[in-house]
């Protein structure tokens, strides 16, 4: 079962984050002081070769650990899974806030093509070209992001490529009950502004903010605008 990391006061309301496939859960390292009003779950994916697998599995360490009601807070696949748990456990889901994540992403023969590339020749295949696409040249500190990337399993990485390939939920937006707000990088190639306006027009009342000069991991580039934007939503529930 899925290892849960909880900071935070206990009786607090429930904030769960779920980080980009590649990254550990100090992705949300900028996040914590700002949620510090919360109780913040934080874990890592488990090598699962699909979104809804990977969802079930949270599911059952949030049982496991007496977690009824939560909100949500994901990034790329971790939005996925948000997505995915707004679907399949609509009554568990106060508020959902989806970073840089796409109802579809590309053709599932790429994600497919890349996993066996990762299988034959490790994570230094594709490190780089991700790194690239998570965050923009001006960000300085880009050493911790690769090494965080070269620490991942191949196979693990692998299995949750072929799980971002196999998830498609476009035509399941509108089912979405849960109060949603997109964020995405201005700058984001790998899910750009237009991935986030359909899951905005697709989610019935969701917001869309963009966030300026960030890329695929916009709460990493610009930390203080994204806190203020997950607060400004999830407060909408005090």
């Known amino acids: 079962m899925t290892p849960l990391r909880a900071d935070g006061p206990t009786g607090a309301r429930v904030v769960v984050l779920s980080n980009a496939l590649g990254t550990t859960a100090e992705l949300w390292d900028a996040q914590l002081p700002a949620l510090g009003d919360y109780r913040v779950v934080r874990y890592e994916h488990p090598p699962r070769d699909s979104v809804a697998a990977l969802g079930f599995d949270l599911l059952g360490a949030l049982d496991a650990a007496g977690i009824g009601r939560f909100s949500f807070c994901g990034v790329s696949l971790g939005g996925m899974v948000g997505l995915q748990l707004a679907l399949d456990a609509p009554d568990r889901l106060e508020r959902l806030v989806l970073v ?36 923009t040249p001006r960000f300085a500190n880009r050493d911790r992001f690769r090494t965080m990337q070269l620490g991942y399993d191949a196979e693990h990485y692998a299995r949750g490529l072929e799980a971002i390939g196999g998830f498609d939920v476009r035509d399941r937006l509108s089912d979405v009950g849960a109060p949603t707000l997109a964020l995405v990088g201005s700058a984001d190639e790998a899910t750009p502004p ?26 990493v580039e610009q930390p203080e605008v994204v806190n203020a934007a997950v607060l400004r939503h999830l407060r909408a529930l005090d």
């Open 100 to 135: 840089a994540t796409a109802a579809r992403f590309g053709e599932p023969e790429e994600w497919r093509a890349k996993a066996a590339l990762v299988r034959e020749r490790g994570m230094e295949a594709v490190a780089d070209e991700a790194l690239e696409k998570w965050l």
């Open 194 to 219: 237009e991935d986030a306006r359909l899951i905005a027009d697709g989610i019935p009342d969701a917001a869309l903010e963009v966030v300026p000069d960030a890329a695929h991991l916009p709460n």
